[in-house]
């Protein structure tokens, strides 16, 4: 029971079924809601294979990225993982595993363009991200990489389900100021999830405290420029580096 309450060995549907019975919930959509949830946590997932080479807590993101129907990203740091080149990822990652084998670094660059696939399939509905000023004159990997990253941005945001916003430095105070987040808003059965990325480790934050992160949302996403404008700020940063 106990690694049933800890995640380490999913339920089976029969024993779920049992539970159900046992505690008298009768209502059919909320039988039905459990009963596919329990079904969801027994499948498996293109990320498996690396399950031994990340922390446990890490695969929780390409899970919830599988499964989100919306994706809203603040970064004020580094351009979101979803968004990032190949280069980039591989800066970023290199120098945050200086001691791994270059084979093992390769693999988490991997890992990462993995993750991307939602957005090639289509599978979320909308993908949004704000994403601070400073993020874009961050040399990371060098002025190459930046410009094919700075390309890849807008590349990204001609599609109509990514919205991609820039928050300048020019504007004051913001919900943000504590820090990057991603808030995923989920299917009914599972609840909306906040997720924090740490140097101890990854962070989920789920109902009743998840509204704080949806509240810092709604205000970085207001406070950013639309759209059109970031995409007009994006290229004039372009410039910059490219000269």
Same mark, same amino acid.
């Given at each position: 029971?106990?690694?049933?309450?800890?995640?380490?060995?999913?339920?089976?549907?029969?024993?779920?079924?049992?539970?159900?019975?046992?505690?008298?919930?009768?209502?059919?959509?909320?039988?039905?809601?459990?009963?596919?949830?329990?079904? %969801?946590?027994?499948?498996?997932?293109?990320?498996?294979?690396?399950?031994?080479?990340?922390?446990? %807590?890490?695969?929780?993101?390409?899970?919830?990225?599988?499964?989100?129907?919306?994706?809203?990203?603040?970064?004020?740091?580094?351009?979101?993982?979803?968004?990032? +080149?190949?280069?980039?990822?591989? =800066?970023?990652?290199?120098?945050?595993?200086?001691?791994?084998?270059?084979?093992?670094?390769?693999?988490?660059?991997?890992?990462?363009?993995?993750?991307?696939?939602?957005?090639?399939?289509?599978?979320?509905?909308?993908?949004?991200?704000?994403?601070?000023?400073?993020?874009?004159?961050?040399?990371?990997?060098?002025?190459?990489?930046?410009?094919?990253?700075?390309?890849?941005?807008?590349?990204?945001?001609? =599609?109509?389900?990514? %919205?991609?916003?820039?928050?300048?430095?020019?504007?004051?105070?913001?919900?943000?100021?504590? =820090?990057?987040?991603?808030?995923?808003?989920?299917?009914?059965?599972?609840?909306?999830?906040?997720?924090?990325?740490?140097?101890?480790? +990854?962070?989920?934050?789920?109902? !009743?405290?998840?509204?704080?992160?949806?509240?810092?949302?709604?205000?970085?996403?207001?406070?950013?420029?639309? !759209?059109?404008?970031?995409?007009?700020?994006?290229?004039?940063?372009?410039?910059?580096?490219? +000269?």
């Amino acid at each position: 029971m106990s690694r049933y309450e800890t995640g380490e060995y999913p339920i089976r549907r029969a024993d779920v079924y049992a539970l159900l019975t046992f505690y008298g919930i009768e209502d059919e959509k909320t039988r039905a809601m459990l009963l596919d949830l329990c079904e %969801d946590v027994w499948r498996k997932g293109w990320w498996d294979p690396y399950k031994e080479e990340v922390a446990k %807590d890490f695969i929780d993101l390409p899970w919830l990225e599988s499964r989100t129907e919306e994706l809203c990203t603040y970064q004020n740091m580094v351009v979101p993982g979803l968004l990032q +080149s190949r280069d980039y990822a591989y =800066g970023l990652i290199s120098n945050a595993e200086e001691g791994a084998s270059e084979e093992q670094i390769l693999r988490w660059v991997d890992l990462r363009l993995g993750r991307q696939k939602i957005l090639e399939e289509g599978s979320l509905t909308r993908y949004f991200a704000v994403i601070e000023e400073p993020v874009l004159r961050r040399p990371i990997g060098g002025p190459k990489v930046m410009e094919a990253q700075l390309r890849q941005l807008l590349d990204l945001a001609a =599609g109509d389900a990514i %919205d991609i916003r820039i928050l300048p430095t020019a504007y004051g105070p913001h919900a943000g100021h504590l =820090g990057s987040f991603e808030l995923f808003v989920m299917p009914e059965q599972f609840g909306n999830v906040a997720h924090v990325e740490t140097l101890g480790g +990854s962070l989920y934050v789920e109902s !009743p405290n998840v509204e704080r992160f949806e509240e810092a949302w709604e205000d970085v996403n207001n406070a950013a420029l639309d !759209p059109k404008r970031s995409k007009a700020f994006i290229e004039s940063v372009l410039k910059e580096t490219k +000269s």
